[in-house]
């Protein structure tokens, strides 16, 4: 299992590109991980709150490996609401008996903000003993209970867009709302299926969390910007700016926030390592950074960064949280 080192792991996950998935650069050593997680290590628990649900059909669509393999062999996933065939009071009281069963040692991923407004009835998971359980309650009692926990999504890590003004509901954060609990953040608007399995491969294979930046990101996946390796790039140095969108060129001017959003996604692509958003055309909305979506708008307007964009590439603050 440990024949690969640290080291030697986040090299390959930091250097995985379109074409070459997590799981073909660490095939062995993810199904290892797995495979011990499934005969009695560390289970897995997810539940969502105040989301779209688009993380987990981001999962589900993972191709390399395909979602049958993660189902049956790469994840040891004990609850998941789209996923098991049971529903109800069935599956609501078997979630916190399994959560009793392995207390301290299964990993909790929450999928969605949490809302806290009206003691938290603006979203409920179930019912048990005749009343309702809210996200609230689930979050408080299933993440004491949990040996970590991993935020899936923007949502979950940093409010997202249901935290968004004017937030009627309360919606906070994973890390807001259990600050004493050591919280992994897996941003992006949805999940990258690469970031979550070779987070858990990597916590199951190592026995600790990997190294993270200042918002509880991986920097294996949250290390550099998506101008980094931005197909536009060239484009920004000979300043040639799009217009209008559809025009060829660097999209800054049309709001693209890629030089201050830090994740892979220029480098490891999506939907099978075929795209990502300025790569379709589309600017980058640095869904990944905390105060998306309000502090990233209007979206296709020249994002004001105060500081001229050729000297942000090499700012201060950037090789700061780089090297973090």
Known sequence: MKSISRRDFVRLCMGSAAGLSIFSALGPVITEAFGQAAEGKPPVIWIQGASCTGCSVSLLNSVDPGIGKVVLDVISMKYHPNLMAASGKLAVDALYEMAEQYKGKFFLVIEGGIPTKA???YCTIGERNGKHVTMMEAARILGERAAAVIAAG????????PAAAPNVTGVVSVKQYLPNKPV???????????HF????TYVLTYGEIPKLDRYNRPIMFH??????????RPDFFAERFAQKPGDPGCLYLLGCKGPLAFSDCSKRGWNNGISYCPKA???????????????????????QLGL???????????????SL
């Open 308 to 322: 001229d964009p050729f000297e942000l590439v090499s700012s201060e603050e950037r090789q700061r949280r780089m």
């Open 197 to 200: 399995i070779g987070t858990l």
């Open 223 to 232: 290390g550099g910007t998506v101008h980094d390796y931005c197909v536009r």
């Open 281 to 303: 055309g589309s600017p980058c909305m640095a869904c990944a950074d905390p105060g998306f979506p309000d502090s990233m708008s209007p979206f296709y307007e020249r994002f």
């Open 154 to 161: 923007s949502c979950a890590s940093f409010g997202g867009i």
């Open 119 to 121: 003691d938290g009835y």
């Open 184 to 194: 992994i953040n897996i941003p992006t608007c949805p999940i990258h299926p690469d």
